[in-house]
């Protein structure tokens, strides 16, 4: 068991920047991959980004590359995920996920566990 409690979400205007964070209890963090999502009102839960247990690999949903980097500290069992530039359109609650296996995947079908989310508000 993974239990995940996000936080950092809020309002924002366009051209801003936010960092969310996760932190995780329960199973040895260092042993599995974690994941971004997102949830926008009317639409289907997309992915963001996802890294491996190491941060070694990590990859990104096409609408944030080049805007958005996740990263994490194993030692403090957390997962972030630093948004820069933020569009209106980044607008969603913001998940975290994390599944039993180091290597990470964007496939959310992949993730087991999830965290209640958080919201981000980008205003123009």
């Known amino acids: 068991q993974v239990q995940l409690v996000e936080s950092g979400g809020g309002l924002v205007q366009a051209g801003g920047s936010l960092r969310l964070s996760c932190a995780a209890s329960?199973?040895?963090?260092?042993?599995?991959?974690m994941g971004w999502f997102r949830q926008a009102p009317g639409k289907e839960r997309e992915v963001v980004a996802a890294?491996?247990?190491?941060?070694?690999?990590?990859y990104y949903g096409d609408s944030v590359k080049g805007r958005f980097t996740i990263s994490r500290d194993n030692a403090k069992s957390t997962v972030y995920l630093q948004m820069n530039s933020l569009k209106p359109e980044d607008t969603a609650v913001y998940y975290c996920?994390?599944?039993?296996?180091?290597?990470?995947?964007?496939?959310?079908?992949?993730?087991?566990?999830w965290g209640q989310g958080t919201q981000v508000t980008v205003s123009s």
């Open positions: 996920a994390a599944r039993s296996f180091r290597l990470a995947t964007l496939d959310l079908d992949g993730y087991g566990y």
């Open positions: 329960g199973r040895t963090f260092s042993s599995v991959a």
């Open positions: 890294i491996s247990w190491s941060g070694g690999r990590t």
